[in-house]
Structure formats: structure tokens, C-alpha cells
């Protein structure tokens, strides 16, 4: 489903699966990552669903918290985002020990052409979200730009990401369909 114009980089709160049509395979991502063959291929067989809510807290940071499931309701990362840019360590059983730190980005701040290409006049003209993660164990990088696309005529939340590991290079664009909550199964307690 596209994504509602209610719906702006600035509330990303919602309900939101991975359209595997409209993506690029991520497989090349997780592999420069050290992710193993059979976890990428789970991976990459999954539905990945991602329960967004984004808020402020009364410091005026914005905070985005992102539990992902998978196919079958089997728990995934966990994403907790403060837009502050400033560096926080993670762990988790898919990445490792990682840093990241995450903002608002104007576009035109964005150096790689990848990462600043193809979004809607409402990212253009306002910002983005960036995420930035170093991995501690494995020596890769991951940048990433969120915001929206028109892509085959509807609005869709999107990642553009580039992961680098030494002079390896590897991109993919994540393509979200918005699913409006029918029931009490697709809500998430915080």
C-alpha cells in the first residue's frame, strides 16, 4: 500500500513491510557485511516488517524506535534511533558490536550521488534521515538516507544504503509498503 501523505520523514510511525519487488536484493549488502550464507539466505526468503514510532522527547530530540519481525513473528533487530548525531554502541546477534549515530539531513549535505538521488520534491525541499553505522568487529560501514519515492506511481517510505568495507563498495535501495493496522495484531505496545 503507499504510504499516506499523512505520513512524512517526520512521523514515520506506522507499520511498514519490504517490498521485495520493488527492492534491491540486499544479499551483496549483508554478505560485504560478514553476515553468513545461511542467515542471508533467511533472510532474504523473510518478510521483514518494520513497527515504527517516532517521537520527541521534551529535550526536543527526535527519536525513532523500530522493532523488525520476520516472517512468522520471529524477532529481528531492534532499531532505536536518536537524532542527535551523535555515536551510541549496539549489539545484536545479526550485525555485532556496531556504533551509529543518526540526524536530519538537507540533501544537499549528501555527497554520494546514490544516497541523494530519487526522492520526492517533500525530501528535496525539507531533509532526510541519515544513519550512520561502523561495525566494531567486522571493519564495514553503512550509510543510509531515508525518505520517500514515487516509485510505478505511489508513494513509498525508502532506504537508499551503501556499505563499504576497505575499497568494497555495495548499494541497495529498500523499498516499505505501508500497512494500515486492520486489527489488534499489527498494533505494538512501546
Known amino acids: 500500500m503507499a504510504a ?6 517526520r512521523d514515520l510511525s506506522g507499520t511498514w513491510v519490504m517490498n521485495k519487488t520493488l527492492s534491491d536484493d540486499p544479499d551483496p549488502i549483508l554478505q560485504l557485511q560478514g553476515i553468513g550464507w545461511f542467515l542471508r539466505t533467511a533472510i532474504g526468503l523473510a518478510t521483514i516488517t518494520l513497527h515504527a514510532k517516532q517521537y ?7 527519536h525513532i524506535d523500530i522493532d523488525q519481525t520476520a516472517t512468522g513473528g520471529i524477532k529481528g533487530t531492534s532499531e532505536n534511533r536518536e537524532l542527535d548525531w551523535q555515536f551510541r554502541k549496539h549489539s545484536d546477534y545479526i ?3 556496531v556504533q551509529g549515530r543518526s540526524r536530519f539531513i ?3 549535505d549528501v555527497e554520494d550521488e546514490f544516497l541523494k538521488s530519487g526522492w520526492l520534491d517533500e525530501i528535496k525541499q525539507d531533509v532526510a534521515i541519515q544513519n550512520y553505522v561502523e561495525s566494531l568487529d567486522a571493519g564495514w560501514i553503512a550509510n543510509q538516507i531515508w525518505g520517500f519515492e514515487l516509485i510505478e506511481g505511489r508513494r513509498h517510505y525508502v532506504r537508499h544504503v551503501v556499505v563499504t568495507k576497505g575499497d568494497k563498495r555495495e548499494q541497495a535501495r529498500l523499498v516499505y509498503d505501508y500497512v494500515e493496522a486492520q486489527d489488534d495484531t499489527l498494533d505494538i505496545a512501546y
Open 4 to 9: 499516506p501523505d499523512a505520513t512524512t520523514i
Open 56 to 62: 520527541v522527547t521534551e529535550d526536543g530530540v527526535t
Open 95 to 97: 550485525f555485532g558490536a
Open 106 to 108: 538537507k540533501l544537499e
